[in-house]
């Protein structure tokens, strides 16, 4: 099993029993971060360090799996994370003690790529393997491509059972699928077999006068999505269930701090009428999930009205408030979230979405800084709760002129705040720290620092409590010159700002962002989604496929390409046009819609002397079109009746398309009687 020859410790899943009986309390004192319990992936062994071995904790590993127990009676979930990413941490499901859930996780690697794909997931032992992985999606850039399993039990008494892990090649799955109702399903790929992570589209098709009330069975996605869209991982076996519809009104509650849009709104809605759903958190709340007649936690999400509905939005706090990550992909400042703060009127905020950075430009003069009661540097600022946090900020700039600086300003209010500069001082590169407290500052520290030819910098800034610590780096992973210092500070807002104090004696300073990052949550804001839908009988495939949030960057490229079943009418909504290859510039939140219609030939034939007047003539015809036929007999001839598809003698004929047809016009020789005269 261990065969390096057989791919083994590449691409692998692996499965065990795990009872957690007790947690050890010292787990969350120190460095330890709390008790878990879980899987270590493409492990390599300890960093070496001259001969010392095993050097510190088990470093060189792919990803860890894991459940975690951060806070005590607090925080705790589950968690997949790794070497400069991590997933936002699950807590829809509780892990407790003496009770023994089945765990398991795989690795995959991305053909073309350096990242691997991870899942994660479990369940109760004896209880049906549920089709949805808790959590999953890629690593960062340079992921291990190999290594080995570590159990990990961490300040926990836990029992592991037999461990099976299973390499992904040798695994192949069963797709099942069924329909109740009237209506069909659409399955591409079709194949007999399915590989590990193979992606697989089911589309319902319902009959006329019916609709999809919901999928059952293997269900990896919220039974009312269509088409569904998921990885093979399992034999799965879904049934699509169509129901008829009729009309009614759609109601929509709110649970939590947010609102719900829905597109169209209006009081009543045809039967079979589609209604979108867009759920809008207020800050420091997301998004949970709808309930009712509506499940899941696609958002936006798109319902079929059948009847009178109602649909209950639920929104939670976040675990992490704020401040919000933003990676500043997007084509512009995302103004949701931050607030550009410019007093002087001169400074200017700007997006470069080809190096996905955020640029606050501040001019030659006047002199712009934070100090005293000058306020008037220009910044993005965000609402921020007043909680211990973490914010790491990546600079594309370095000032370069004398007294030019760039950095994070942390504010309570107008007369009170904390910055903590990359700050120029005579042509010499320091680290400051300035405290203004009831509208007098002083500095906290300057201290020189050597960043040698590097054209960025990182700049960390942690709270706990009162206790503030400043550190920089030049590349995001070795970081240097820890300084702290106390400070009671009521935080009302965090941001990103730069400024000169040199007036006109200054020139032009651009300070490049290119990232806003809370460590603790760092998926948050980055790019535009793409949504799309079918109607009628076909399929889209992207040549670019989304981030792991499932979002594009700023005027990234994506070519859609409509697969029919039947023919392609055309795309609608952010794209048009007939042509099925087409190509979407992504510079906002885009929403696509492919038609599809079935169509049908119509041959005519003739036997004898005599033609057909076809109208219209096309040489296909949408399903339902009526077309006229006239048959015109020749000289002596005459008309005797269709035959093929069609019978009978009716002229002019009219046909209903719904199949393709050929239907032969026969005209027979017209016979003269002449009479016979006898003469006596």
């Known amino acids: 099993m261990c065969d390096p020859a057989k791919g083994i410790w590449t691409d692998y899943e692996v499965t065990a029993p795990v009872t957690v009986k007790a947690l050890d309390d010292t787990g969350y004192d120190g460095v330890s971060g709390g008790p878990a319990v879980g899987f270590f992936l493409r492990w390599q062994g300890h960093t070496m360090k001259d001969d010392e071995q095993p050097r510190i904790l088990v470093e060189r590993y792919g990803a860890i799996g894991r459940y975690h127990w951060l806070e005590k009676d607090g925080k705790e979930g589950l968690e997949l994370t790794g070497n400069g990413w991590r997933k936002p941490l699950d807590t829809s499901k509780k892990w407790e003690l003496n009770t023994t859930y089945m765990l398991k996780m795989s690795v995959q690697s991305i053909p073309d790529s350096t990242k691997a794909y991870y899942r994660l997931k479990f369940w109760k032992q004896g209880d049906p393997e549920p089709a949805a992985w808790d959590i999953e999606g890629s690593s960062a850039d340079n992921n291990l491509p190999s290594g080995s399993v570590v159990l990990e039990a961490h300040h926990v008494d836990a029992e592991f059972g037999d461990v099976q892990v299973r390499r992904l090649a040798d695994l192949n799955f069963d797709l099942t699928t069924s329909v109740t109702g009237s209506g069909d399903v659409v399955v591409i790929p079709v194949q ?140 512009e400042l995302y103004t949701e979230l931050w607030t550009f703060v410019n007093p002087s009127g001169v400074g200017s905020v700007t997006a470069d979405p080809a190096q996905s950075d955020i640029l606050l430009t501040v001019p030659p003069s006047p002199t712009m800084t934070m100090w005293e009661s000058e306020r008037n540097a220009p910044r993005i600022m965000q609402d921020t709760a007043d909680q211990d946090f973490t914010v790491e900020i990546k600079f594309d700039s370095i000032p370069s002129y004398n007294n030019q600086f760039q950095g994070l300003l942390v504010e309570q209010d107008e007369d009170n705040w904390i910055r903590f500069d990359i700050l120029n001082k005579n042509g010499v590169l320091k680290l400051f720290a300035g405290v203004t407290t009831g509208g007098t500052s002083e500095p906290k520290w300057t201290q020189t620092i050597d960043v040698g030819d590097s054209t960025e910098i990182y700049l960390r800034v942690s709270r706990l409590g009162d206790i503030w610590t400043q550190r920089f780096s030049t590349d995001g992973v070795n970081w240097q010159s820890p300084l702290s210092f106390d400070q009671p500070l009521a935080v009302a807002s965090s941001g990103i700002f730069a400024g000169n104090e040199n007036g006109a004696a200054a020139p032009e300073f651009v300070a490049r962002a290119d990232y806003f990052k809370n460590t603790a949550f760092p998926d948050g804001i980055t790019g535009y989604l793409l949504s799309y839908s079918v109607l ?145």
């Open 536 to 680: 009628g009988a076909g399929a889209i495939e992207l040549d670019s496929l989304p981030d792991e949030n499932g979002r594009y960057v700023c005027s990234q490229v994506v070519t859609l390409q409509a697969t029919p079943e039947d023919t392609f009418v055309e795309w609608s909504g952010d794209l048009t046009g007939s042509e099925p290859t087409a190509a979407l510039t992504m510079d906002g939140d885009k929403a696509v819609t492919a038609t599809f219609v079935e169509e049908y030939t119509l041959t005519v034939d003739v036997i004898g002397d005599g033609q057909v007047v076809i109208s219209p003539v096309q040489e296909y015809y949408e399903a339902g079109t009526e077309v006229t036929l006239t048959a015109v007999a020749g000289q002596d001839f005459y008309f005797d009746g269709w035959s093929g598809d069609a019978s009978g003698a009716m002229n002019p004929l009219v046909v209903t398309m719904d199949s393709d047809k050929a239907i032969t016009a026969i005209f027979a020789k017209s016979t003269v009687f002449l009479p016979i005269i006898m003469s006596p």
């Open 192 to 331: 007999s077999k399915y590989a590990y992570g193979d992606r697989v589209s089911i589309t319902a098709v319902p009959a006329e006068g019916y609709y999809l009330k919901e999928w059952t069975g293997d269900m990896p996605q919220p039974r009312t999505v269509n088409p569904l869209v998921f990885d093979m991982t399992q034999d799965t076996a879904i049934t699509a269930n169509f129901a008829p519809v009729m009309s009614g009104s759609l109601t929509v509650n709110v649970e939590g701090m947010g609102e719900v849009t829905k597109d169209p709104d209006k009081e009543s809605y045809e039967g079979g009428e589609t209604v979108t759903l867009t759920a809008v958190p207020q800050l420091g709340y997301i998004f949970k999930e709808w309930t009712g007649d509506l499940s899941g936690t696609l958002n936006p999400a798109t319902i079929t009205v059948n009847g009178d509905m109602t649909i209950t939005a639920i929104f939670e706090e976040s675990d992490v408030i704020s401040p919000v990550s933003d990676d500043f992909n997007r084509c």
